[in-house]
């Protein structure tokens, strides 16, 4: 996927991020290399490598699981409510509300094909940023009630905001320009989706959650 438009949908993006001091990933300091996230994943590598970089992350997050065997639908990560197997079903929407938990599924064949050890490390906060939203734990007033495309554009777009913001700031290291690409390429894809739904229907509300989306990294700041 790739970002179509002119240069004013280039600057509209760089003003939705939070921009670091430059546009190309830097080196900061190197992720350490822990059992589960090599050439292999397991539950408990990644449980360590998100401890390694959100110490907080049970207040959010119950368990990290693969997908169960048969769900044919191929995706890096997602949530979904403690238990739930298939995160296309309704019933397995995570649970969203002050305290709540959810869980972490992820797509072993997906995240190991052709991406870098840093790819996961952004997955990984994309999904606990996710769980911080849905357990009110954001700037980011929850959605309730929405038609479930906006909820999806809506959320999508935030999480996709803050791993922008985080690999512009550094934050991954050794991550691949191709990979920075993905990501950007999502966000802008979503938050596209987001404006074309909210912001002729609903201006007032569209110029809330535009303003919020504009700082991502600073949407976590709220201490639980």
């Given at each position: 996927m790739r970002i179509r438009g002119s240069a004013c949908w280039a600057r509209l993006l760089r003003n939705t991020v939070a921009a670091g001091s430059t546009a190309c990933i830097l080196a900061g300091e190197a992720p350490a290399v822990v059992n589960g996230v090599g050439s292999h994943l397991d539950p408990p590598g990644l449980i360590q490598a998100l401890a390694s970089?959100?110490?907080?992350y049970t207040r959010y997050i119950s368990s990290v699981r693969p997908l169960a065997p048969g769900v044919g639908r191929r995706l890096y990560m997602a949530l979904v409510r403690p238990g739930a197997t298939d995160p296309r079903e309704r019933g397995s929407a995570p649970f969203a509300g002050p305290g709540?938990?959810?869980d972490i599924v992820y797509d072993e064949a997906a995240i190991l094909s052709d991406h870098s050890l840093a790819w996961r490390y952004l997955l990984l906060d994309h999904e606990y940023f996710h769980a911080r939203h849905m357990a009110g734990a954001t700037l980011l007033p929850v959605p309730r009630g929405e038609p479930a495309e906006l909820e999806r554009h809506y959320n999508e777009a935030?999480?996709?905001?803050?791993?922008?913001?985080?690999?512009?700031?550094?934050?991954?290291?050794?991550?691949?320009?191709?990979?920075?690409?993905?990501a950007l390429d999502r966000l802008s894809e979503h938050y596209a989706a987001l404006r074309a739904l909210l912001?002729?229907?609903d201006p007032e509300r569209?110029?809330?959650?535009?303003?919020?989306?504009?700082e991502p990294a600073r949407l976590i700041e709220r201490a639980y």
């Amino acid at each position: 996927m790739r970002i179509r438009g002119s240069a004013c949908w280039a600057r509209l993006l760089r003003n939705t991020v939070a921009a670091g001091s430059t546009a190309c990933i830097l080196a900061g300091e190197a992720p350490a290399v822990v059992n589960g996230v090599g050439s292999h994943l397991d539950p408990p590598g990644l449980i360590q490598a998100l401890a390694s970089r959100r110490p907080d992350y049970t207040r959010y997050i119950s368990s990290v699981r693969p997908l169960a065997p048969g769900v044919g639908r191929r995706l890096y990560m997602a949530l979904v409510r403690p238990g739930a197997t298939d995160p296309r079903e309704r019933g397995s929407a995570p649970f969203a509300g002050p305290g709540a938990r959810n869980d972490i599924v992820y797509d072993e064949a997906a995240i190991l094909s052709d991406h870098s050890l840093a790819w996961r490390y952004l997955l990984l906060d994309h999904e606990y940023f996710h769980a911080r939203h849905m357990a009110g734990a954001t700037l980011l007033p929850v959605p309730r009630g929405e038609p479930a495309e906006l909820e999806r554009h809506y959320n999508e777009a935030a999480a996709g905001g803050f791993n922008v913001a985080m690999a512009r700031a550094g934050q991954y290291s050794g991550l691949r320009e191709d990979e920075f690409r993905e990501a950007l390429d999502r966000l802008s894809e979503h938050y596209a989706a987001l404006r074309a739904l909210l912001k002729d229907s609903d201006p007032e509300r569209w110029s809330r959650v535009s303003e919020l989306l504009r700082e991502p990294a600073r949407l976590i700041e709220r201490a639980y």
